[in-house]
């Protein structure tokens, strides 16, 4: 799934060559594309239909384009890309993609945007946002590289917690935009392992956490995203290249960047968690 690097590269396409044009018209080509839109597909086209697309924001994973004009004032175009939805900007003469989901054509005759999305995890709504955040996304934590992210109170919070350090980072509510794969790589930048409890972390390890985090980030907005398969581009149809440089992700049985230590695979929720056995021993259990 897009984590914020992902999701920030396209809002910044977004913003480049959406923001202030006029919609001239959409078709929805799959119902999965706009089930978050309570009223249904044909209220989402009526709204949609004649709204300009003032700016491009972004929240954690989420992306939303308020709404100007007479039936769409104080509303947002909301969009999740889920595992693999993305938002083309495609010239009017471009082929169809396969799994083309929903079309926006604009007054200007310009290009159009596309949302393509092969497994239909993602979706978008026309939702209530008053000028601000669309209600629907408030309850996202701002991310760390916002500058208004405070890092006392994330610090606080994070340490008030019992629970594994991973699943915190994990926890939109607590931090925005990290996911699997950020998660692993600020861990092993941090040395600790993703099952160490966060309310035994002292300051100076939290503070080298989120130094992590935040380099990592900063790191893979700088190469685009990371793009394993064809699923993640940016607007223009572009991958991500921060998967070369990925220290631990994936990296199973292949040598630590750090130590040479190969790299262990671990199950968790759901999913998979990679780690230095080195660099990043696993806790020892709490006594009873």
């Known amino acids: 799934m897009p984590e914020l690097p992902e999701v920030e590269v396209v809002r910044r396409g977004l913003e480049q060559w959406v923001a202030g044009r006029t919609v001239a018209a959409v078709e929805v080509h799959h119902p999965r594309a706009v ?8 209220h989402f086209v009526a709204t949609m239909t004649g709204a300009t ?4 924001h972004r929240r954690g994973k989420y992306l939303w384009l308020p709404l100007a004009g007479t039936d769409s004032s104080g509303r947002a175009l909301v969009a999740h890309l889920g595992m693999s939805g993305q938002l083309l900007v495609e010239k009017p003469s471009a082929p169809d993609e396969t ?17 393509v999305d092969q497994r239909t995890f993602g979706g978008l ?4 946002s008053d000028g601000g955040i669309p209600n629907r996304l408030a309850h996202i934590a701002i991310d760390p590289l916002d500058e208004s992210f405070d890092v006392d109170a994330f610090s606080a919070a994070l340490r008030r917690r019992h ?3 991973k699943r915190a ?9 990290v996911g699997n794969i950020y998660a692993d790589e600020a861990l092993w930048r941090a040395r600790l392992h993703g099952a160490r409890p ?5 300051r100076a390890q939290v503070g080298d956490l989120l130094d992590g985090v ?7 907005l700088a190469q685009g995203g990371t793009s394993f398969d064809s699923l993640y581009v940016d607007v223009n149809g572009q991958s991500g290249y921060f998967s070369r440089f990925l220290a631990v992700y994936g990296q199973a049985d292949r040598p630590c960047p750090r130590c040479g230590t190969p790299i262990r695979r671990e199950s968790f929720m759901n999913r998979s968690s990679y780690s230095c056995p080195t660099c990043q021993p696993r806790p020892r259990a709490r006594r009873s």
């Open 35 to 42: 089930r978050r839109h309570l009223e249904g597909a044909d």
């Open 53 to 56: 697309l003032t700016a491009a």
């Open 99 to 115: 799994h083309l989901r929903a079309r926006f054509t604009f007054t200007d005759g310009g290009r159009e945007l596309r949302f």
């Open 125 to 128: 709504a026309v939702e209530d």
């Open 163 to 165: 629970t594994e350090v």
């Open 169 to 177: 980072l994990l926890d939109q509510t607590l931090i925005g935009g």
């Open 198 to 202: 966060t309310d035994r972390l002292s």
């Open 214 to 220: 935040r380099d990592v980030l900063g790191e893979a």
